[in-house]
């Protein structure tokens, strides 16, 4: 893929000619403009680009973006994606996908995409329900929550996103909001850049079936207060004030009042730390946006892209081989005349 | 008799008498840790090298390492060898090799009255009896009188073979499989340069082991020398093939060559996505040895994901292939659907085995036929073709890549298990003249500027295929309806009407673009015998038979299952009776029936074998002579 700047676009030519049909102030809006925002700027040549998704609300992403795109089956993205990247290591290569789509039916092929460390950019839309469907708990809904399938509340534990990209040798992780233009095009940047798959948790607001999911992270009286911003390198430090900090102890960490800690004590967030345990244990903050949750990108390590380590055993193989001779081959295993 | 006093270069006793025969079938059979896939796979090259005609049915079961003795874990691998042109590894066996009693008593049903039973005789001790069965040794009580019985004390003379090649512990013993090979390569006058060239290029890194199999072969070559009761020996004549070029062959490595060639003759990469499951993986392991081909094997996280990745792979503009056995055929439905509806050329190989669920995974079985047809949600129409046999494989991967190619369709490859694994020779196609396969890639827009991607060639009803990377193409697939022609989705009624009917047109149109079905008819004949798949050679043999005694009968044999050869109805019509035998329940006939309004009949196993050529035979003549 080449990252040369080759085109002057704006946001229109990445639109198409599809109406967008989501529901009327669906997060996905925004999560759009923003994509097709940072396409524009990006400046790679659209026609190097594929949006993949499965099937869900956020799936419809595809049809919305005016490059080459496959909206696919359910759950199986990130397979589909991988065969392109795999055959085209020169595309850019994206993955729209939400909460059941990914994580319930789709779970499979995520972890094993994640850890194959692919050139794939996953979007996944977290709107903590399904949609599509209407209305019934998905797999990162809350234990307890009443919907149309779960009118006695749902029995099932959640996942957590982050942990489990983590837990999956994810070599990018990061979590956005779809409120958040500015945070959502700089962590689609960071994913750009990175080499192999790219694990982006959109927090997205349902407001038909789900609304105010995410209310405590976007609400004007309690957003500074719960959103804890993750920048390499500096201190994790958050609340209106900075009054509120975070240590790791055993390994776990801990909210602590600023004040109550040396400075030197406060974890200093490595993204591209080799060891995953502190990202971990940053995910393990909330468990759903209750309360004070890490925003930003958790790990942004290097390692080598399955792609390209295929591609080179092609050029290995054809530098200590030679190109391959049909006519040889089929005579490889022994051949005799009959006269 | 040690290695030493007796040699390969030995001069061969004035007594011995050597005998032609035309042909003869052997079952190497043992545990499934004793080697006997080895000895019947080298004892087969070895014989095609000579010239011969053979057919191989190698039969292991689907456990790795079942209990050693027991019945369940007896593995066996049959070869024929022929002077003349043979369809099927052989109904009884001539000679029977039993490692084991277990062996024996499993095999012993397949022997012919008369045969030769070459018994590793310190085998048969009190605890592998009691393992497989008897209360007296058969060696003993006589039971065996109808065979000719020699006893060779194989444990012995490999231990004293191996004694000085460095190798200890268990690994003395593995050697026996060579004995036995080197025996019977001395009764049926095989040449051992090729397989002694074979054991030291396979165990180069290890000496020791090298050595000790080149000593067990050389001796068991050596005990048929020096024993006078192995002194009456058989010679098998070349064949006399067609003239040409030839290599001995399984239906897997056909598969996977005739993959190579595809891609070749296409001009296009090979992506190959698929999960291991038995009896297909040997073409992944195959076609992952040749990437200086280009070819890039991806094993994926699960069935779905195989054939989801060569989707993928398709959109991207590659060759891309996914291959499978019935279970995962199941799980891949729904994906062959999307490529149905997104209209994509993908490849999908199924080497049937016995079902359901997982059934007996190392047995054949031609259960998938429904299931290839109409195994999907929806109107989901697609190409079928079958293999025939081992040797047809390769040509016939061909074509099932031009027809996905030309059409943009998915296009399901039948083999079997039988195809798979059995071998037989294979003439050599001449690699510069593969059919040009090749298709263009859309370059520029074909609409008012602009790409629709649903725009048909009117011959063959293909959309174009365009691919990522080419400026002004942009395009969006996906599996819900979409418009005729732009492509967009569409919930319009009528449109759906008229896409439904595209998509059954263009499969059915292809009729147009295969061979006409082949006849070989007597004078006379009333009944056809029609088949598909792996019983092309129990068929043919079984004609051959009865028409040895001057009764007319008439075989056809399918390769295109959807749609088929457009004279097929004509055919039938010839014809009072038809029998269709199939290893399944009927679902060739089923589709006979259904579409011909013939009354077909059936004739159907379903052991997990494959029929012999007697059971064919004796079906064929019941219906003539009735």
Redesign the interface.
């Known amino acids: 893929m080449t990252d040369t700047i080759t085109t002057n676009y704006t946001r229109a030519d990445f639109q198409?000619?599809?109406e967008v049909r989501w529901c009327p102030g669906c997060g996905d809006y925004t999560i759009l403009a923003a994509v097709q925002t940072f396409m524009a700027d990006l400046g790679l040549?659209?026609?190097?680009?594929?949006f993949?998704s499965g099937?869900g609300c956020s799936s419809r992403f595809?049809?919305y973006?005016?490059?080459?795109?496959?909206?696919?089956?359910h759950g199986?993205a990130p397979?589909?994606?991988?065969?392109?990247?795999?055959?085209?290591p020169?595309?850019s290569v994206w993955v729209v996908t939400g909460d059941g789509d990914a994580l319930s039916i789709g779970g499979?092929?995520l972890i094993?995409a994640l850890r194959r460390n692919m050139n794939l950019k996953i979007l996944l839309f977290n709107n903590q329900i399904y949609g599509l469907t209407k209305g019934q708990y998905s797999p990162t809904s809350e234990k307890g929550k009443r919907t149309k399938s779960s009118p006695a509340g749902s029995p099932d534990a959640p996942f957590n996103p982050v942990s489990l990209a983590l837990g999956a040798e994810a070599t990018f992780v990061a979590r956005t909001i779809d409120m958040d233009r500015k945070h959502t095009v700089e962590v689609l940047q960071a994913a750009h850049e990175h080499k192999g798959t790219s694990f982006i948790e959109v927090y997205q607001n349902c407001n038909v079936f789900n609304d105010k999911a995410f209310i405590e992270l976007t609400g004007k009286e309690t957003r500074l207060e719960n959103r804890i911003n993750l920048e390499h390198g500096q201190p994790v430090i958050f609340g209106p004030e900075g009054e509120n900090a975070v240590v790791l102890e055993d390994g776990a960490a801990r909210i602590v009042p600023t004040d109550s800690v040396a400075a030197g004590d406060i974890l200093v967030h490595d993204a591209h730390a080799p060891d995953p345990s502190a990202a971990f244990a940053l995910s393990r903050l909330s468990h759903g946006p209750y309360g004070p949750t890490p925003i930003g990108v958790f790990r942004d390590v290097a390692r080598s892209t399955y792609e390209q380590d295929?591609k080179q055993?092609?050029v290995?193989?054809?530098e200590?081989?030679?190109?391959?001779d049909?006519?040889k081959?089929?005579?490889s295993?022994?051949?005799?005349?009959?006269? | 008799m040690s290695d030493d006093t007796a040699t390969i270069d030995t001069p061969v006793p004035a007594d011995i008498e050597i005998e032609e025969i035309d042909k003869v079938i052997i079952r190497f059979a043992g545990d499934s840790g004793d080697g006997m896939q080895l000895a019947g796979t080298r004892f087969t090259a070895d014989s095609a090298i000579f010239g011969n005609d053979l057919s191989t049915l190698p039969n292991f079961p689907a456990e790795i390492r079942a209990p050693a003795g027991t019945i369940p874990g007896v593995s066996s691998f049959q070869v024929q060898i022929a002077d003349y042109d043979i369809l099927t590894p052989g109904d009884e066996a001539d000679v029977l090799v039993a490692m084991n009693p277990a062996a024996l008593k499993a095999n012993l049903i397949d022997l012919r009255p008369g045969g030769m039973i070459i018994a590793n005789e310190e085998a048969f001790e009190e605890r592998n009896l009691a393992k497989a069965g008897f209360e007296t040794s058969p060696l003993d009580d006589g039971s065996l009188a109808g065979y000719r019985v020699f006893r060779v004390p194989m444990e012995r003379l490999t231990k004293e073979a191996v004694k000085d090649t460095g190798v200890t512990g268990r690994n003395v013993l593995r050697s026996k499989n060579f004995f036995a090979l080197g025996l019977i390569s001395w009764v049926f006058n095989r040449p051992l340069e090729a397989s002694i060239d074979w054991v030291e290029s396979k165990f180069g890194k290890r000496p020791e082991l090298a050595a000790a199999n080149v000593a067990s072969l050389r001796a068991g070559h050596n005990f048929g020398l020096t024993t006078e009761a192995f002194h009456h020996t058989y010679n098998i004549k070349p064949a006399k093939l067609p003239p040409g070029e030839y290599t001995n062959v399984t239906g897997n490595t056909a598969t996977a060559w005739g993959l190579i060639a595809a891609s070749q003759a296409a001009r296009l990469p090979l992506f190959y996505g698929t999960y291991p499951i038995t009896p297909a993986s040997d073409i992944l392991h195959e076609l992952a040895k040749h990437k200086n081909f280009g070819v890039r094997t991806y094993q994926a996280e699960d069935e779905i994901a195989g054939v989801g990745a060569a989707v993928g792979a398709a959109f991207a503009g590659h060759l891309a292939v996914t291959g499978t056995s019935g279970p995962g055929l199941a799980l891949k439905s729904e994906t062959i659907s999307l490529a149905i509806s997104m209209e994509l050329p993908l490849v999908v190989i199924d080497v049937q085995r016995a079902g359901p669920s997982t059934g007996l995974p190392t047995k054949v079985e031609q259960s998938d036929l429904l299931f290839s047809l109409y195994g999907r949600h929806g109107e989901a129409p697609l190409p079928v073709l079958a293999a025939r046999s081992a040797s047809d494989a390769f040509e016939i991967t061909i074509e099932a890549t031009r027809i996905a190619l030309k059409y943009m369709t998915p296009v399901i490859l039948l083999s079997d298990n039988y195809i798979a694994n059995g071998s037989e020779p294979w003439q050599l196609p001449d690699t510069d003249a593969l059919p040009d396969i090749g298709v263009k890639f859309l370059t520029e827009p074909n609409a008012d500027g602009r790409y629709v991607p649903y725009l048909r060639d009117p011959a063959t009803l293909a959309r174009q295929w365009a691919i990522p990377g080419t400026p002004g193409l942009e395009h969006r697939l996906g599996g819900l309806e979409k418009h005729e022609v732009v492509g967009n989705v569409s919930y319009d009624p009528s449109n759906h009407q008229l896409m439904t009917e595209l998509r059954e047109w263009k499969i059915r149109n292809i009729a147009n673009d295969i061979p006409e079905l082949e006849v070989d008819h007597d004078v006379g004949a009333e009944l056809l015998v029609l088949g598909w798949g792996s019983t092309y050679g129990a068929i043919r043999a079984a004609a051959k038979r009865v028409r040895r005694d001057g009764l007319p009968v008439a075989t056809a044999h399918l390769r295109y299952l959807n749609p088929f050869p457009i004279n097929l109805g004509a055919v039938l019509n010839e014809y009072r009776y038809i029998l269709v035998p199939e290893v399944n329940m009927g679902q060739l006939r089923k589709l006979i029936r259904a579409e011909f309004l013939v009354p077909a009949m059936g004739f159907n196993k379903v052991q997990g074998l494959p029929f012999r050529v007697s059971e064919v035979e004796n079906k064929i003549r019941e219906i003539v002579t009735s």
């Open positions: 198409t000619d599809q040549p659209k026609e190097q680009m594929v993949v099937i595809p049809y973006m005016n490059t080459y795109g496959l909206h696919s089956i199986r397979a589909i994606a991988s065969g392109i990247a795999v055959a085209r020169d595309l499979n092929h094993h295929v055993q092609l290995d193989a054809q200590q081989k030679g190109a391959g049909l006519s081959l089929i005579r295993m022994g051949a005799w005349t009959v006269e």
